[in-house]
Nanobody, 125 residues
Framework: QVQLVESGGGSVQPGGSLRLSCSIS????????VGWFRQAPGNEREFIAA???????FYGDSVKVRFTISRDNAKIMSYLQMNSLKPEDTGVYYC???????????????????WGQGTQVTVSS
């Protein structure tokens, strides 16, 4: 079993930055894939970013360049650095994990078995 706990959400003005953290605990081996999705009211979950063991990273088109995913293996944490935030970045951000995901399925929410409870991010002036 894998448990994920997000933190770091909050309110920020457009153009600002936030860093989300995801604490990862596992009763067996640490997951090889960690990702972030977000969901705005009335919308489906949207892929934001993913990290695969070995260092490969993947990003959604709407956040490329502005967001950076990282993983601290020593602390067993994942981070999502979000810069140049826009109002359309508002939503609940979820940390997610899987033992393995093929690259062609990395952006699909159904590829991930484990989910955190989510943290709210609000970008507004």
């Amino acid at each position: 079993q894998v448990q994920l706990v997000e933190s770091g959400g909050g309110s920020v003005q457009p153009g600002g930055s936030l860093r989300l953290s995801c604490s990862i605990s596992s009763s067996s081996s640490s997951p090889n894939v960690v990702g972030w999705f977000r969901q705005a009211p009335g919308n489906e979950r949207e892929f934001i970013a993913a990290w695969k063991r070995g260092g490969s990273t993947f990003y959604g088109d709407s956040v490329k360049v502005r967001f950076t995913i990282s993983r601290d293996n020593a602390k067993i944490m994942s981070y999502l650095q979000m810069n140049s935030l826009k109002p359309e970045d508002t939503g609940v951000y979820y940390c997610t994990a899987a033992a393995y995901v093929i690259n062609s399925a990395i952006r699909r929410s159904e590829s991930y078995a484990y989910w955190g409870q989510g943290t709210q991010v609000t970008v507004s002036s």
